[in-house]
């Protein structure tokens, strides 16, 4: 992308819908935490932070992942680290997200789930009214956590309320989809809208698993799609969102570098790609760095950074007015 590409990108309003909130703890942040909460760590200054955020794989990404989410322990904390979150949409011109977080990680430290969801909630009202970012929320259970424990948690957060669906996420391999059927029905029944990461780490059957068992509505990254033509097909029909994050592919060792990712490839084959961060925070870029960087990398256009915008917009947990709106903000910024 050239300058000018890029001045646009960053008038267009922007959506992200792959974003996980405890990704987004940057190491200034984490060490702030740490002191006020006592938590000692391996790691005391924001140089050993980075070098210890470099990973092989995604399980050695998990392992320093939840050691940092030892220092989220208070309503606090939680408001803290979304809305500095929020503040970064404000200054990416994202105008609506939706934020995934993981409950059982903070629970299993013994943090009650009214506090974690009370800090998220207000630090997303406070950002609607001081920065106009919309936002919505979408627990994800780990699928390396004994499957059981979902649907009481489930049915406990339908109790406080205030999601709009849940997610799946965690260490895919050896971990599929389908062993979560009956939570995800019941969140179904509830009106929840169901999303899942699969395709990634795991096979391009976890993604067949997922819309043919957990009726999802999206697929989280299923970049591993291209192993399968008959999955590649349905994809196209249906338009089922994918909501892709090339940092964290790379980060993970999925791709090689950005030059090897096949985004460029699904979108030319029709498939309703989105653009994400995932965990910014360990990944070395939030949304427009993920765009711009990929986008040089595969010498993608300018039109189609347009036209995964406009994916992200059908693929939103929003109102059909609303995306209406959303969509005709986004034309209109193309004239500006």
Not at 221 to 238: I, K, P
Request: charge should be negative; glycine fraction near 6%.
């Amino acid at each position: 992308m050239n300058v000018f590409e890029i001045e646009q990108l960053k008038k267009i309003p922007k959506v992200e819908l792959h974003v996980h909130i405890e990704g987004t703890l940057e190491p200034d942040l984490l060490l702030k935490l740490a002191e006020r909460n006592g938590v000692s760590l391996p790691y005391n200054d924001l140089e050993s932070v980075r070098e210890v955020f470099r990973f092989q794989d995604l399980q050695g990404f998990l392992n320093v992942y939840y050691s940092a989410s030892k220092c989220l322990q208070k309503e606090q904390d939680f408001y803290d680290l979304t809305l500095a979150y929020l503040r970064k949409c404000k200054e990416e011109n994202i105008v609506y997200t939706e934020i995934f977080f993981d409950p059982q990680t903070h629970i299993a430290r013994g943090i009650a789930l009214e506090e974690v969801m009370a800090g998220i909630f207000a630090a997303r009202s406070e950002a609607e009214a001081r920065f106009g970012v919309r936002s919505q929320v979408i627990p994800c259970f780990e699928r390396d956590r004994p499957v059981g424990d979902s649907l009481p948690l489930l049915k406990t957060m339908e109790r406080i309320g205030g999601i709009v669906g849940i997610g799946l996420d965690s260490a895919e391999r050896d971990n599929p989809p389908s062993i979560f059927n009956e939570t995800f029905a019941y969140a179904r029944s509830i009106g929840l809208h169901c999303v899942a990461h699969a395709g990634e780490e795991g096979p391009p059957e976890y993604i067949a698993e997922a819309l043919d068992i957990l009726a999802v509505e999206r697929i989280d990254h299923g970049v591993r799609a291209m192993e399968s033509t008959a999955l590649m097909q349905r994809l196209q029909v249906e338009q089922t969102p994918l909501t892709v994050c090339p940092f964290s592919n790379v980060a993970l060792g999925v791709f090689e570098d950005l030059a090897c990712h096949n985004v460029g490839k699904l979108l030319e084959a029709g498939l309703k790609v989105t653009i994400n961060s995932d965990d910014p925070a360990y990944f070395g870029g939030y949304l427009t760095a993920n765009i711009v960087d990929t986008w040089n990398a595969l010498g993608l256009s300018l039109e189609q950074v347009i036209q995964v915008q406009r994916n992200a917009i059908d693929a939103t947990f929003i109102d059909a007015a609303e995306k209406y709106r959303m969509h005709r903000a986004l034309e209109e910024s193309l004239f500006v």
